[in-house]
């Protein structure tokens, strides 16, 4: 079945500097992916859309120029944490479809950001 | 897409049928029922989807009523490592639809 890889899996960094996670579909290709967060109890939050080739769409109250997207290619997307926070920590989590209308979303394994 | 109900929390008995319900009174006639779990600290699997027929795979079976109003996910047989949160989701088709998660239902198999 289709496969969504995420990296790295857990990352812990300094406040003031920025993270990278890569999402990768690795059995298909994704126009589109999806960028959820989930606070500790909580359920997943989509914080945007990522559109092969174009501008990522953020949700209301995610800001755009600290939760930076990147989708160059049909199977990556990226998402930079910039100039972390405490309270950027979180479980951030990637997804991504095929192409086919009904086929379901698949979910990397997510990653744990831990600011200090 | 349409709202979900679900119940906050089920147990269940190791080898026993898991049937978690969900009610989607407003479901569109074009929009999908599907199911995840979420295991902790993990990512969301998904589990099965349907449209109008009952769907059974290798993980589970759904069945929705002809009113489509609701739905059940059986897991048949469960084992400890079904315990998880159990996401029922509403969604039309579209490659650029995303998945709107409510609170979904722990379900907790016990010993």
């Known amino acids: 079945g289709a496969v969504v890889s995420q990296h790295p899996s857990r990352v812990i960094c300094k406040s003031g500097t920025s993270v990278k996670i890569e999402c990768r579909s690795l059995d298909f290709q994704a126009t589109t992916m999806f960028w959820y967060r989930q606070f500790p109890k909580q359920s997943l939050m989509l914080m945007a859309t990522?559109?092969?080739?174009?501008?990522?769409?953020?949700e209301q109250g995610v800001e755009k120029d600290k939760f930076l997207i990147n989708h160059a290619s049909l199977t990556l997307s990226t998402l930079t944490v910039t100039s972390a926070h405490p309270e950027d920590s979180s479980f951030y989590i990637c997804s991504a479809r095929e192409e086919a209308a009904s086929s379901p979303l698949h979910f990397g394994n997510g990653t744990r950001l831990t600011v200090t | 897409d349409a709202k979900t109900t679900q119940p906050t929390s089920m147990d269940c008995a190791e080898g026993r049928a898991a049937n978690l319900p969900c009610n989607h009174s407003t479901i569109s006639g074009n929009e999908y029922v599907y199911w995840y779990r979420q295991i902790h600290s993990q990512g969301p699997q998904y589990i099965i989807h349907?449209?109008?027929n009952n769907e059974t795979n290798e993980m589970a079976s759904l069945i929705i009523t002809e009113d489509r109003k609701s739905s059940t996910l059986i897991l048949p047989h469960a084992t400890l490592r079904d315990t998880a949160v159990y996401y029922c989701i509403v969604r039309a088709s579209g490659s650029a639809r995303q998945l709107t998660f409510g609170s979904g239902t722990q379900l907790t198999v016990l010993p």
């Open positions: 349907g449209l109008k």
């Open positions: 990522s559109n092969e080739g174009s501008k990522a769409t953020y």
